[in-house]
Nanobody, 123 residues
Framework: QVQLEESGGGLVQAGGSLRLSCAAS????????MGWFRQAPGKERDFIAA????????NYADSVKGRFTISRDNAKNTLYLQMNSLQPEDTAVYYC????????????????WGQGTQVTVSS
């Protein structure tokens, strides 16, 4: 089982940027695709972005395409999410997840989730 720890969340004004990190331990993540999800109060957890095992392929939800960038450093067993041009509707708890497979397309999370990091965007 892998342990995931998200960090980097916080309070930012609209138009600002944040960089989230997800540090994995207990197992290497280099054999799996990785993804980010978010959950706003009273809403379901939604897919945001995924990256392939190698990091060469990415996949984004339409709501964040062009503003968010997912990346990974397999040597550090760490996943990242660069978030630019943040808007109030991006306010949510952000979670990283290990994928069931190796590709970013049609990403399906495994049972391994972090505790999440809160992102709040003020208008």
């Amino acid at each position: 089982q892998v342990q995931l720890e998200e960090s980097g969340g916080g309070l930012v004004q609209a138009g600002g940027s944040l960089r989230l990190s997800c540090a994995a331990s207990g197992r290497t993540i280099s054999n799996y695709a990785m993804g980010w999800f978010r959950q706003a109060p009273g809403k379901e957890r939604d897919f945001i972005a995924a990256v392939s095992r190698s990091g060469s392929r990415t996949n984004y939800a339409d709501s964040v395409k062009g503003r968010f960038t997912i990346s990974r450093d397999n040597a550090k067993n760490t996943l990242y999410l660069q978030m630019n041009s943040l808007q109030p509707e991006d306010t949510a708890v952000y979670y990283c997840a290990v994928g069931q497979g190796t590709t970013a397309w049609a990403f399906r999370p495994s049972a391994d989730w972090g505790q999440g990091t809160q992102v709040t965007v003020s208008s």
